[in-house]
């Protein structure tokens, strides 16, 4: 029964890698909301959460990765995000649609990853664009001057996200290896 | 595809389909109840850990500022000095015309008790007072129609003191404070006379000293001592108050000792009696408009 609850030193590098990833996407949250909440950068809001749960959701695999998506999405659903319900399918679906490509067709390094990570943004940005332009609550001109400029400064964010997961990833790796 | 369909495991489709499933009972559960319990549940986490993120984003963007910002705060430093300075400038110009406006207000009181006083107004520039002298100067000279031998008084008609040098746009007002200067002066009690000079003498400052009034004097507190009336000074402008009084040397006439009327210490703008009537001057002026007509007699005949 004892040995059960026992938690090996390769468990707890996993504990530790998936807390380090969950403090990476609470510290984007936290830049996004607070830090960038009223103000902005190069005239937009950035938006470093889908940066965020697309890097960690390629790196760690469509399954794991594809959990992570899913449940840091309803977190970011539930505290409130601008973005709602459309946030957990968007940021859930397309990463671990990215995962799989990048599986089985790209090479899961930097470029891919950051092209996943543009369409990720783009489409989470796209779906509420379009839904705030059908309620008619937003102009369309604001798709070229707001949405466009949004993705690609968001994007910035990604080689600095990118490198972190990396270096987060290999926690444990010596012990994947035996 | 054939890869993607290799990858495409049962777990992935799972976790899609919560995925939609989550997003689709979240819209609903949102439209239906507004804020869900879950909703508050994480607010409330989140909550400290935001608040102490704010806590640390407001340390950082104080010290950005001191770092970044002091060439912009020094330079908004700089101008807000500068409108401290024009405010200043235009709070005192206020301040001088009001007390101005209070100081003409008051000679124009003077001025209806006594319709005949002609005045010009003068601020002191400087003071050149030691303990042997009581002087200062005006701004104003011979170009205002000023001369030696004019009395300067104040708003409240008490006598400051005589022109006794002058200038084209200065003059040189000796007190009555000064031991020079003599003023031929009565009680206003009992109208006995004497003359008031200043008093360096009796080891307090600031004081005169009314001399040559007869042993018969009644000198009480507070009597008053105005001016007798001259062709220097007009008649009745209170000189200052009786403080104390005793015989002189000679034991055979009395002095008092005098509280000046003017408060010397807060002076700034004085009043010059510029003419006046009195019984000398109406002789005076007599006599002047006389001769002419003398003189016109004959050329009229």
Same mark, same amino acid.
């Given at each position: 029964?004892?040995?059960? &609850? ?97 599986? =089985? ?74 | ?10 777990? @992935? ?10 997003? =689709? ?52 430093? +700089? ?22 406006? @209070? ?26 007072? /030691? ?39 200065? @003059? ?11 003023? /031929? ?37 507070? +009597? ?19 403080? +104390? ?12 000792? &005098?509280?000046?009327? =003017? ?39």
């Amino acid at each position: 029964m004892l040995d059960k &609850l026992y938690i090996t030193p390769k468990q707890w590098l996993h504990i530790l890698r998936w807390t380090l990833y969950t403090l990476l996407f609470l510290l984007a949250m936290m830049l996004q909301t607070v830090v960038f909440g009223n103000h902005t950068f190069l005239g937009v809001q950035p938006n470093f959460v889908p940066v965020v749960i697309t890097c960690v959701c390629l790196r760690e695999g469509a399954e794991r990765g594809g959990l992570f998506a899913l449940l840091t999405s309803l977190f970011w659903c539930l505290s409130g995000a601008d973005e709602g319900s459309v946030s957990i399918a968007v940021l859930t679906i397309v990463p671990v649609l990215g995962s799989l490509l990048c599986s =089985a067709v790209l090479a899961n390094r930097f470029l891919p990853c950051l092209a996943i990570t543009l369409a990720t943004l783009f489409t989470e940005q796209t779906v509420i664009f379009l839904l705030k332009y059908f309620f008619g609550t937003m102009a369309g001109s604001r798709f070229l001057t707001d949405l466009i400029p949004c993705v690609l400064v968001s994007a910035l964010a990604q080689p600095i996200v990118y490198l972190l997961v990396k270096r987060i990833e290999r926690i444990g790796d010596a012990y994947e290896s035996q | 595809m054939i890869g993607l369909k290799k990858h495409w495991s049962g777990r @992935a489709k799972l976790i899609v389909a919560l995925a939609l499933i989550l997003a =689709a009972v979240t819209a609903i559960a949102s439209g239906l109840f507004g804020t869900t319990w879950a909703e508050k549940a994480v607010q409330t986490v989140l909550t400290p850990i935001r608040g102490g993120f704010a806590s640390i984003t407001r340390q950082i963007e104080r010290y950005y500022n001191y770092v970044f910002g002091y060439e912009s705060l020094e330079a908004k430093n +700089d101008y807000l000095e500068k409108r401290i300075m024009e405010i200043e400038d235009q709070i005192r110009s206020a301040d001088a015309l009001e007390r101005e406006n @209070a100081y003409l207000r008051e000679l124009l009181n003077l001025s209806r008790q006594h319709d005949d006083y002609k005045f010009c107004d003068a601020y002191i520039v400087s003071w050149d007072s /030691s303990s042997w002298k009581s002087t200062f100067t005006i701004g104003k000279g011979t170009n205002a129609g000023l001369e030696t031998g004019m009395v300067a008084v104040t708003q409240y008609g008490q006598v400051v003191g005589m022109i006794t040098e002058i200038g084209a746009n200065w @003059a040189t007002v000796t007190t009555v404070m000064d031991t020079s200067l003599e003023i /031929s002066a009565s009680l206003a009690s009992s109208g006995h006379t004497g003359v008031v000079q200043g008093d360096y003498t009796s080891g307090e400052r600031g004081k005169l000293r009314m001399i040559y009034l007869p042993s018969e004097a009644v000198l009480r507190n507070n +009597d008053q001592v105005v001016t007798t009336g001259s062709t220097v000074y007009p008649k009745d402008l209170i000189i200052g108050y009786v403080i +104390d009084a005793g015989y002189d040397e000679t034991g055979v006439a009395k002095y008092a000792l &005098l509280e000046p009327a =003017a408060d010397f210490d807060t002076l700034e703008q004085i009043f010059i009696i510029t003419d006046f009537v009195s019984e000398q001057n109406e002789a005076n002026r007599a006599t002047d408009t006389s001769e002419p007509t003398d003189a016109s007699e004959p050329t009229g005949n």
